[in-house]
């Protein structure tokens, strides 16, 4: 089993920043690739970005791409997004997930482990 627990997450104002973190235990994590997604009210729950094993492969979703940024520390069993120039429409619920078979998704059922999730609000 593994236990993915999120912080990080807050009230903003649109251009600010936050910065995520996803604390993992359980499990050996350096093994797997890493996502963020987010969930808006009324919304389905879309893909942020991924990182593989080793924190050489990232990507973004389009909506994102060069505001965020993931990493992970593998010795610290920690994956982060870096958030900048915040926009009203990132407000949403921020989710990470581990994905133990060894592959790169984008897709939230390739995901097997989740988080429970920590509330980002940008306002305007």
């Known amino acids: 089993q593994v236990q993915l627990v999120e912080s990080g997450g807050g009230l903003v104002q649109a251009g600010g920043s936050l910065r995520l973190s996803c604390a993992a235990s359980?499990?050996?994590?350096?093994?797997?690739?890493m996502g963020w997604f987010r969930q808006a009210p009324g919304k389905e729950r879309e893909f942020v970005a991924l990182?593989?094993?080793?924190?050489?492969?990232?990507h973004y979703a389009i909506s994102v791409k060069g505001r965020f940024t993931i990493s992970r520390d593998n010795a610290r069993n920690t994956v982060y997004l870096q958030m900048n120039s915040l926009k009203p429409e990132d407000t949403a619920v921020y989710y990470c997930?581990?994905?133990?078979?060894?592959?790169?998704?984008?897709?939230?059922?390739?995901?097997?482990?989740w988080g429970q999730g920590t509330q980002v609000t940008v306002s305007s």
């Open positions: 359980g499990r050996t994590f350096s093994n797997y690739a």
């Open positions: 997930a581990l994905d133990s078979d060894y592959g790169i998704s984008r897709r939230p059922r390739d995901y097997d482990y």
């Open positions: 990182v593989d094993w080793s924190g050489s492969i990232l």
